[in-house]
């Protein structure tokens, strides 16, 4: 329940604030009900929030209440890039990603958003910027 707490209280003080979810879906091997757990969670306490659903490049972009079922590939392939970018275009306040951490993204990208990298994985791995949360 640590983690619950922690993302309430983060949602809770950006409630006034652009918020986005992101889901990496290169891999088919990831925890889906903690996943879908962690985006009405979201849907719940933030309903204008935006949730993307990216691999090497962006699948989906769509209000969370409105988003398609989530689909995962086997390629293992995932770059950060689009959605990074993505966020900076938008003026995102906050991005939230779910993500094992082991995608990549231009060294020379400037990132003015705050980002949340929500692992869920018993391992949690360094992060390039921002704050890594574990949520497993």
């Known amino acids: 329940m640590r983690w619950q707490k922690s993302l309430l209280s983060m949602l809770k003080d950006r409630k006034d604030k652009k918020v986005a979810l992101a889901i990496d879906t290169s891999s088919n091997q990831v925890r889906s009900i903690l996943i879908n757990n962690i985006v009405t969670f979201f849907g719940e306490l933030n309903p204008n929030a935006t949730l993307i659903q990216a691999d090497f490049k962006i699948r989906t972009i769509s209000p969370i209440k409105e988003a398609p079922e989530i689909k995962y590939y ?63």
Do not use: C, M, R
């Open 74 to 136: 086997k390629h293992g392939k995932s770059s950060y890039t689009e959605v990074l970018e993505w966020a900076e275009q938008e003026k995102i306040d906050s991005l939230f990603y779910i993500t094992d951490v082991t995608g990549y993204f231009y060294d020379d990208i400037k990132v003015n958003t705050e980002v949340f990298w929500l692992v869920p994985e018993d391992y949690l791995p360094k992060v390039p910027f921002g704050k890594a949360i574990k949520v497993a």
